[in-house]
């Protein structure tokens, strides 16, 4: 791969292209397809937790006025594809999860079909079903591989030996709750199945992704499924791969040739439809000599997954390479429960895996009697631990000693539970994150001169992160043109391939594609093209991959509040300092950024999936129950990045930062509580009943 861009455009903030029409209310959403004479879909949900549908009656429900179809699978269309059990909908009549979509009634008015669908009458067969998740289960198995691929289990050297020899240990148990995504644009699609084309306008991460899958769950050519989504709503990961609903809005579809229907999740279907975050428990094991460095890291996780399909998410993963220590072991098992399908949720892996060991650090900073920034910086591996290759760049120790200074870290009593503002107890906590710096390999961009301007065609999505924005910017320095000139074209299965907005690639992974396909353009046709000129070229391979650790970093500081006598808890300031590569907008960036630990504070305070094992669902599935930050949680909220030059990562040296911003959040909040309190919350959310007993 070739040098780095010479940045003018790069690197400059500039407002969103697509800010005006989301402001406005003009930007086109998938339930807003332009469409004429649409139906409207309501699901039908089990109401029991395993079992299978008896009959399905379905007389009252069609007589309802409006009414024109109710597909159960007694009448449903056979799927080509069935291989995929959380796609395979109304195919049978079995019942694996509270939740599972029986029934489907179209209708002319979503009011009709929505009341329908509450006169649809199910007999069910019950079976025994089980939704307990503990870590002492004695079915508990390993899985082949966690997400994506990693190997499931790691050992180097011997961590129990090292921990009976080490001079301090910690040896602890950390959990995470179930989460759900809840982007603000629900999960919806409008589907139109005409001329032997199966068209979809949907809420996705991944248009491509989205046909791919459709086409072979459907027995459909790929060219027969267009997919288009220029905006999308939020995803935070949930929309980056297709779930049951899109294969419902497709059977909804071809079951009215000529008419389209539009899907919209509720809020509480979205509980079940739309994947989560496993619940996770992490045993936590660090050995230390007198001097703070480690000797032995020790993470053991327990998740859950579903009896019909497996997702195995990396938490242990990030601690495979985190920090300096000549003897580490990490593992991943399983529960597999009467439960909806788990997913990708925004950073898979680093955000869960980051909290316990982080946690641990601070736990073992105080043992020691050293200062947690400083713990950190004791044990900077020179190379990654786990491959033994030269990182690309690695500055947490930047981030760490700017973020401190400011911060206002300097001068810190460490002593816990000893600050007060009036009837508060104020504490400050500090936690490492790290996110990988990837590529993934799939995308091709086409650069067209039409008109005087260069027309940049790539069939990615713009999630809110800033890609209607940046591809530009990075066009115009590949081409050496100025910005203005350059437009972009996303979000439709019409334009080339583009692979998901998900794991902090797209950036990376399209932007690369653009600088190909502008060099050949350049090599083509030089720096004074003629009208209708075009060139298009793949995301290429980078050699520097296999060579070097890529990875961006960043500390999270965090100031907390907790009133003395009623425990409530304020998040005064948190601050984020990340070492991202080059910054290719710092608007956008900064947006990332801030909404990344946003979600970190929800994950530290709030957010809490609560399923009631007896009868298989969540009971707050809404936003009523299922609590999020909001302005008041937090006063002063900052997020800033150390300069930065990796020139192996890609042609714009850039890092994605989509997700790095929510891993270690929570665990900066939580040792600020620790240091506030005295008290030390090792299970999330941190509520005040877990606070008030050491406060009386």
């Not at 999860?97 to 489907?104: D, K, P, T, W």
């Not at 009133?563 to 808890?569: N, R």
Request: charged letters at 25%.
């Amino acid at each position: 791969m070739t040098g780095l861009l010479e940045p003018r455009a790069i690197g400059r903030g500039l407002t969103r292209r697509d800010g005006p029409a989301k402001v406005t209310g003009t930007a086109p959403y998938a339930y807003e397809a332009p469409v004429e004479r649409p139906l409207y879909v309501h699901p039908v949900q089990a109401t029991i937790a395993r079992g299978r549908c008896h009959h399905i009656g379905t007389v009252e429900a069609e007589s309802v006025d409006g009414v024109l179809r109710v597909l159960t699978p007694f009448t449903a269309e056979r799927l080509a594809d069935t291989g995929d059990a959380e796609l395979a909908v109304l195919q049978d009549c079995e019942i694996p999860f509270r939740g599972r979509v029986i029934a489907l009634v179209l209708a002319e008015t979503s009011e009709a079909a929505r009341h329908a669908a509450e006169l649809v009458d199910v007999d069910y067969e019950t079976e025994p079903h089980d939704a307990r998740f503990a870590a002492d289960r004695s079915d508990l198995y390993k899985p082949d591989k966690v997400n994506p691929s990693f190997e499931t289990d790691t050992a180097e050297g011997d961590v129990d030996a090292a921990l009976d020899e080490a001079d301090v240990t910690i040896e602890q148990t950390y959990t995470t709750p179930m989460y759900h995504n809840n982007p603000l644009e629900p999960h919806t699609t409008t589907a139109l199945w005409e001329n032997d084309t199966l068209t979809l306008w949907d809420s996705t991460q991944a248009v491509h992704s989205v046909r791919s899958t459709i086409a072979g769950v459907f027995g459909l050519p790929a060219e027969r499924v267009r997919v288009i989504c220029p905006y999308i709503g939020g995803g935070f990961g949930s929309k980056g791969t297709p779930h049951a609903n899109v294969v419902l809005a497709a059977l909804a579809a071809r079951a009215v040739p000529g008419r389209p229907v539009k899907l919209a999740l509720t809020r509480q279907q979205m509980f079940s439809q739309a994947g989560y975050r496993t619940p996770t428990v992490q045993r936590v094991r660090l050995g230390a000599g007198r001097d703070g460095r480690l000797r032995a890291i020790g993470v053991d996780v327990v998740e859950q997954t579903s009896r019909i399909k497996e997702f195995a998410e990396q938490t242990a993963v990030p601690a495979r390479m985190m920090y300096a220590a000549p003897h580490r072991a990490t593992s991943h098992r399983l529960a597999a429960l009467d439960v909806p399908v788990p997913s990708w949720m925004r950073a898979p892996g680093e955000c869960p895996g980051m909290f316990g060991p982080e946690v641990a650090m601070d736990e073992l900073a105080a043992a020691l009697g050293v200062d947690p920034v400083e713990l950190r910086i004791r044990n900077e591996p020179d190379r990654d631990p786990e491959t033994g290759n030269p990182y690309s760049s690695r500055n947490l120790v930047a981030c760490l000693r700017t973020g401190a200074e400011r911060f206002g870290w300097a001068g810190r009593d460490p002593r816990r539970g000893t600050r007060r503002d009036g009837p508060w107890l104020v504490g400050t906590g500090v936690a490492a994150s790290v996110y990988p710096a990837k590529r993934m390999p799939g995308s091709t961009a086409a650069i067209r001169f039409e008109r005087g301007r260069y027309a940049v065609e790539i069939g990615a999505a713009d999630l809110g992160t800033g890609a209607w924005t940046v591809l530009p910017q990075i066009a115009a320095d590949a081409l050496d043109v100025d910005v203005g000139s350059v437009d972009i074209r996303i979000g439709d299965t019409a334009y080339p391939a583009a692979t998901v907005a998900g794991g902090s690639t797209g950036t990376a992974s399209w932007g690369s594609a653009v600088v190909a396909a502008a060099r050949v353009f350049r090599e083509k046709y030089g720096p004074e093209p003629d009208e209708g000129d075009e060139a298009e070229a793949d995301t290429p391979e980078n050699p520097a991959e296999e060579k070097f650790a890529m990875y961006a970093f960043g500390a999270q500081f965090a100031e907390a509040r907790v009133h003395a006598d009623t425990g409530e808890i304020r998040v005064s300031r948190l601050h984020g300092t990340f070492a991202a590569g080059r910054i290719v907008n710092p608007v956008t960036a900064r947006s990332q950024l801030l909404g990344g630990m946003t979600m970190g504070l929800s994950m530290a305070l709030h957010e809490n999936s609560v399923l009631d094992p007896r009868f298989g669902h969540v009971v707050n599935h809404d936003l009523a129950e299922y609590h999020i930050a909001t302005n008041a949680d937090v006063d002063d909220l900052r997020a800033d990045w150390v300069e930065e030059v990796d020139p192996h990562v890609n042609p714009m040296g850039s890092k994605g930062i989509g997700e790095i911003g929510i891993v270690g959040t929570a665990a900066a909040v939580a040792n600020a509580v620790h240091h506030a309190t005295g008290t030390r919350v090792r299970a999330l959310p941190i509520t005040l009943d877990k606070l008030l007993p050491g406060l009386v």
